[in-house]
């Protein structure tokens, strides 16, 4: 056990899917894996693990922003030998193309500030995921016919931003989507060599001002659950 993750030894599966929100954790994992087991609820952060297709998966709570991701992936990495981190969750489109309902898939995930700051300190860290997750994203997402994109996110350290000239200047260079979390996230599994990608939802926009009815969050948040999974295991 950690400080913040009560599972034992053996518990955690080497693949884990990160939503930000612990019953979005016990949702997917209800739904979508076998004999899933709570395996750890500190702080109400939930986390399960159960198989898929024959393939141990933990699906666990990261909480929101990436101060507290950085604790669980943290973790899970130097504690449960976790390989394979993807991140599930929704965030902000920003480019007229990208649509309500879309998925993003997140090539690089630029921010501000993230927790790694203070080790890199001067250094203008490009953190980016891992080409082989990524490439099996896409090509999963395409099977199922979801309308994809690929690209660079920015993950923000604020929700409520007061920054629209930011806002201005990440849509000018490209930036698909908001979120809070990835950055760090392809952060430290640079740091520690493991493999990580983050598969979002887009659940409002920035520009238009839609947003993705609350009675239809969830079967949006199962087809990034079911891309994330053929991702981490493409031949099963």
């Not at 209800?30 to 899933?36: Q, V």
């Not at 849509?171 to 598969?199: F, N």
């Not at 948040?221 to 991702?231: H, P, S, T, Y």
Request: with cysteine; proline share 4%.
């Amino acid at each position: 056990m950690t400080i913040h993750i009560g599972a034992n030894p053996g518990d955690i599966a080497q693949t884990v899917l990160m939503p930000g929100d612990p019953y979005r954790a016990k949702w997917a994992a209800l739904n979508f894996l076998n004999d899933a087991t709570l395996v750890n609820e500190v702080r109400g952060m939930l986390g399960y693990t159960g198989t898929w297709n024959g393939n141990r998966v933990t699906i666990q709570g990261s909480g929101m922003g990436m101060p507290s991701l950085s604790i669980y992936a943290n973790e899970l990495i130097t504690q449960y030998n976790a390989q394979t981190l993807i991140r599930i969750g929704s965030c902000g489109g920003m480019q007229p193309q990208v649509g309500i309902r879309d998925i993003i898939i997140a090539m690089t995930a630029s921010t501000i500030t993230s927790p790694s700051s203070g080790i890199l300190r001067e250094i203008n860290f490009a953190p980016t995921a891992d080409w082989s997750l990524l490439r099996a994203a896409v090509t999963a997402a395409e099977a199922k016919g979801s309308t994809t994109h690929i690209g660079g996110i920015y993950s923000s350290d604020v929700f409520y931003s007061e920054r629209p000239d930011l806002d201005e200047q990440l849509t000018r260079h490209g930036i698909l989507g908001v979120e809070m979390e990835a950055a760090e996230l392809y952060t430290l599994a640079a740091r520690h060599k493991r493999r990580a990608l983050a598969i979002l939802t887009v659940s409002d926009h920035l520009q238009t001002g839609e947003a993705l009815p609350a009675e239809d969050r969830e079967r949006s948040f199962g087809d990034m659950v079911e891309i994330a999974l053929q991702a981490a295991f493409p031949q099963s």
